[in-house]
Each structure stands twice: as C-alpha cells, then as structure tokens.
C-alpha cells in the first residue's frame, strides 16, 4: 500500500521560508513522480510542483516559478518542497501526490 505523510507546515511572515516534507512508503521510488498540490478556503485544488523520481525533472507552476524549489532524498523515498519569499497567497493545505494516492495535507499560513 503506497502512503504519503506531509509535514513541515506552519505560520510564517511574508518574505519567510519553509521546507515541506513528503514521506513515501510502499512504493518504487524511481518509478513514480511525486507531485505538490495546494488547496486555499474556498478554491479549487491546483498543482504547484512535481518531480520524477526516476531522472529527477521537475516542473513548476507559474506562480511559484523562481521561489519554490522540489527535490528528493532518493535513500529515505522522501520529496521536500522549499519555499521562499513567502507570499500571503501561499496560504493553503499543502498535499502530496502519486497516481491515486494523496496524503493527508500540511497547514502553510503566511501572514502580511
């Protein structure tokens, strides 16, 4: 059974940074890509940022392009998530991703 367990979120200034942590477990890791997704009160779910685990590519969503960064500790099957130069509208439930499986989601609060 592939889990996925996020953690590192919190309450930070505008301008701060976080590190955001995706544990996998029950999966291969170079055979999957693992994906960041965030959902805000009231929007839809959306896409922030993806990498594979087989060559390490990676893809950013505009928004975040430049201030996000995602990378994986292939020897502990984890994904992390840098953020920096925090915005307000950063603000949501962080959550994981592979194929059909997602984790249970980390609060990230940047405050103006």
């Known amino acids: 059974e592939v889990q996925l367990v996020e953690s590192g979120g919190g309450l930070v200034q505008a301008g701060g940074s976080l590190r955001l942590s995706c544990a996998t477990s029950g999966l291969t890791f170079d055979d999957y890509a693992i994906g960041w997704f965030r959902q805000a009160p009231g929007k839809e779910r959306e896409g922030v940022s993806c990498i594979s685990g087989r060559d390490g590519m990676t893809y950013y969503a505009g928004s975040v392009k430049g201030r996000f960064t995602v990378s994986t500790d292939n020897a502990k099957n984890t994904v992390y998530l840098q953020m920096n130069s925090l915005k307000p509208e950063d603000t949501a439930v962080y959550y994981c991703?592979?194929?059909?499986?997602w984790g249970q989601g980390t609060q990230v609060t940047v405050s103006s």
């Open positions: 991703n592979t194929r059909d499986t």
